[in-house]
Every structure is written in structure tokens, then in C-alpha cells.
């Protein structure tokens, strides 16, 4: 009879386990003390960055566009402030000009039309200017602003140059005595340029909080570091 042969598949008890001394140093050494993950947000956060933020150039030249159009829009404002501020009648008897209404505000009214539609100007153009450039950028918010306070000059302008003569006596001895004609469009409070910038500034501010780009969350990599396994012949 011969003996039983061993399996080639059953291990064999013979102890193979490797000395300490010995140990491979990718066993031993501890894991790096920052992990991977940190490098790869720094660069989703560079990649982020360059792909939503125009450059310098590009946002110079963006800000300049902003502050010509909404300065420009300023001649709406005028236009619209001449066409719906309240008149002030005025009537001369040969000699000397009265206002008609001595107990009318139409000059209170002018004013107060003149800063709701700045009020509303701001609004709507910090609304436009918000859609078309999300990322913000102080170039675009300067000119906002300056565009702003420029509009609201230039619909002053237009709407004083547009609206009734300021030449009072001329157009008085023109019209006649007892003639009620139309007082020059003024505007007495000139704080109220300043409606339209502001309002344009909190709507901006506004709508950024509300809706803006967010900045890229850094990926922290919270997966905590195995241990090396503890040598087969250790102790407990």
C-alpha cells in the first residue's frame, strides 16, 4: 500500500509569515498627511475658476458696455418724465406771471415722478444686468452704479430740455394776458438723481445673494486611514 498523497490545492502549515525586520516599507509607513482628494478639489476649484470668470480685459470691456447702456436708457427716464409729471399752470396779466393753482404741488409731484421712475429704471436695469452677467465682477457693478447716476442726469436733461420754455416773460408776452400756459419742468430735489444708482445697487445685491454663483465646495475627503495590519506573530 502506498501513502496518501497530499493535495496540490491544501496549503501548507509550514509558518511563511515575514520577519519584522523585514517588512515591506509600503506596510509599515504611515499614509500620506493630506489625502487625494485635496489635490483633486484644488484643482476642480482652479478649473471652476477659469471656466466662470472672465478675465481682467474681458471684464473691463463688460463694465464699459453696461455704463453706456444703461446711461443711455436715461433718455426713456427724461422722456417718460415729461410725459407724466404733473404740469404747474401759470397765467400773467401783462405785467407780471402767477401761478395759477396757488395751492397746487405740481412741483412736489414733478419730483416725486422723477424718483419713482428712477426707482423702477434701477430696478429693471439691475435686473438685466444680473441676467446677463451672473458672475458679477466690479467692473460691471461700477458701471452699473455710474450708469446709473449718469442716466438720471441725462433724463433730467432731456426732460427739462424737451419739456415747456424756461424763458418765462417770453413765453408769457407770446401767449398773452390771461393766457394759462405751462411752468418750465424742474427738478427742486437734485438728490433725486441718486434713486436710480441705489436702487440699482440693493436690487443687484439682492439678486447675487438670492441667485448667484456659488463658490466650488472644497471636497474633503473624510474617509478615514485603514492601519496597517499588525504582524501575524504579534501578541494578542
Known amino acids: 500500500m502506498t501513502a496518501p498523497l497530499t493535495p496540490p490545492h491544501r496549503p501548507s502549515h509550514q509558518p511563511s509569515h515575514q520577519p519584522s525586520h523585514q517588512q515591506s516599507p509600503h506596510d509599515s509607513a504611515w499614509p500620506p498627511p493630506y489625502p487625494s482628494g485635496a489635490a483633486h478639489a484644488g484643482e476642480a476649484g482652479e478649473a471652476y475658476d477659469a471656466d466662470d470668470a472672465p478675465d481682467v480685459a474681458t471684464e473691463v470691456r463688460q463694465g464699459a458696455l453696461v455704463l453706456l447702456v444703461v446711461t443711455l436708457s436715461g433718455i426713456a427716464l427724461g422722456l417718460l418724465w415729461l410725459w407724466l409729471a404733473p404740469r404747474i399752470p401759470l397765467v400773467s396779466d401783462g405785467e407780471a406771471v402767477f401761478l395759477k393753482d396757488t395751492e397746487g404741488e405740481g412741483a ?11 426707482l423702477g429704471f434701477g430696478a429693471l436695469s439691475a435686473a438685466v ?12 457693478v461700477v458701471g452699473l452704479a455710474l450708469g446709473g447716476l449718469l442716466g438720471s442726469l441725462l433724463g433730467w436733461g432731456v426732460g ?3 419739456g415747456p420754455t424756461h424763458d418765462v416773460a417770453a413765453h408769457a408776452r407770446a401767449v398773452g394776458a390771461g393766457v394759462t400756459f405751462d411752468a418750465p419742468l424742474e427738478l427742486h430735489a437734485q438728490g433725486a438723481v441718486l434713486a436710480w ?10 439678486l447675487t445673494a438670492a441667485f448667484g454663483p456659488r463658490d ?8 478615514p486611514y485603514d492601519a496597517p495590519p499588525p504582524p501575524k506573530d504579534a501578541p494578542g
Open 129 to 140: 444686468v444680473f441676467w446677463f452677467h451672473r458672475h458679477g465682477g466690479i467692473a460691471v
Open 160 to 162: 427739462t430740455l424737451l
Open 197 to 206: 444708482p441705489v436702487a440699482a445697487m440693493l436690487v443687484h445685491l439682492a
Open 216 to 223: 466650488p465646495e472644497p471636497d474633503w475627503n473624510t474617509t
Open 108 to 118: 412736489v409731484g414733478a419730483d416725486g415722478t422723477f424718483v419713482l421712475l428712477a
